[in-house]
């Protein structure tokens, strides 16, 4: 089964940028969806964005928008998360999961789950 692994996090501060990355193991994403999403400290988990690996469709919320873009490299079986203009409140683990059936912002649709990067944006 594919597990995903994420890294790139750090600490920034804010208006920078950073590149965060999501690389299959065990196996491949061609099947998958897969998204990203994020808990800041003392907060729910939340959707940040998804692409479909099939298709190239790509989907974000909306706090991200605008901001941050998603990409894939099928050769290097990684998914990409580009976050520019960060800004404090995008202070959070980041996730990376993979969905056997599609893309989807609801988190019980993901079945594979990485340990997640940090990313703390400072003001």
């Known amino acids: 089964q594919v597990r995903p692994v994420e890294s790139g996090g750090g600490l920034v501060q804010a208006g920078d940028s950073l590149k965060l990355s999501c690389t299959a193991t065990?196996?491949?994403?061609?099947?998958?969806?897969v998204g990203w999403f994020r808990q800041g400290p003392g907060k729910e988990r939340e959707f940040v964005g998804s692409i479909s690996w099939s298709s190239d469709t790509t989907s974000y919320a909306d706090s991200v928008k605008g901001r941050f873009t998603i990409s894939k490299d099928d050769d290097k079986k990684t998914v990409y998360l580009e976050m520019n203009r960060l800004k404090p409140e995008d202070t959070a683990l980041y996730l990376c999961?993979?969905?056997?059936?599609?893309?989807?912002?609801?988190?019980?649709?993901?079945?594979?789950w990485g340990q997640g990067t940090q990313v703390t944006v400072s003001s």
């Open positions: 999961a993979a969905a056997p059936y599609g893309t989807s912002q609801y988190e019980k649709n993901y079945s594979y």
């Open positions: 065990g196996g491949t994403f061609s099947i998958y969806g």
